[in-house]
């Protein structure tokens, strides 16, 4: 089983539609989370920090579920610039050297139609 | 616009050659990583050097080697590089450790993208 999990898509949605990603982890011992978007051929950019109670972001809305090792972005009124791949990251701390280490989920695909 | 900056943008090398990628930042940053990344995969890690040390290294062949002259650089050697090795690079600083950096992001670099011959 993958550390990070995520559907690989694509998920092609109309502009304006309301689309959700899932992430589940599999470390217990993860300390923090986040979502990254990957343009293509770019750098993964922050797309937002994901907090136990929640957290949203003019259209973006994350969420953190702890007990059951998951974590959701939700995108409202979907836009074309939306198109991109969309990477869970989990931060955990390795045991041996105490610095943090991020490990990546294989990123969700979004095309967002005219 | 990144703060991370990466250089060279582009590189094209022979399995012979020897050559450089440079990573800097001036966000007062004290941990810095290195990452391949191949088309339709996620970032793999290859090092992170937390407080100008090298505190991981995932098992990354002895061809790639790592540098870190000072809190702001990173470099990677790169020498007899195979064409499996042709990727994108990234690097990316962030905040190390302790409780109240615990929930700080890595920024990213926009990458070198290599091409071994």
């Known amino acids: 089983r993958k550390e990070v999990e995520q559907d690989p898509g694509p998920f092609n949605v109309p502009e304006g539609a309301t689309v959700a990603f899932n992430c589940t982890y599999s470390n217990s011992a993860s300390q923090s989370f986040f979502w990254y978007r990957q343009d293509c051929r770019k750098e993964p950019k922050l797309l937002m920090s994901?907090?136990?109670s929640g957290n949203e972001d003019g259209r973006f809305t994350a969420q953190l579920n702890r007990a059951s090792q998951y974590i959701s972005l939700l995108i409202r009124d979907s836009k074309l610039s939306d198109s991109a791949t969309y990477l869970c990251?989990?931060?955990?701390?390795?045991?041996?050297?105490?610095?943090?280490?991020?490990?990546f989920g294989t990123g969700t695909r979004l095309k967002v139609l005219a | 616009d990144t703060e991370v900056t990466q250089t060279p943008k582009h590189l094209v090398m022979g399995m012979t050659n020897k050559k450089s990628l440079k990573c800097e930042q001036h966000m007062g940053h004290r941990a810095m990583y290195w990452y391949k990344q191949k088309a339709k995969k996620p970032p793999e890690l290859m090092f992170v050097?937390?407080?100008?040390?090298?505190?991981i290294n995932e098992s990354v062949p002895s061809r790639f080697s790592p540098e870190c002259p000072n809190s702001s650089l990173l470099n990677l050697h790169l020498h007899a590089l195979q064409p499996e090795d042709s990727a994108l690079y990234l690097c990316a600083s962030s905040q190390p450790r302790g409780d109240i950096y615990s929930n700080q992001p890595q920024h990213f670099g926009d990458g070198t993208r290599l091409s071994i011959l």
């Open positions: 994901v907090y136990s």
């Open positions: 050097y937390s407080y100008e040390k090298l505190s």
């Open positions: 990251v989990v931060n955990i701390t390795p045991t041996t050297s105490g610095t943090y280490k991020y490990i």
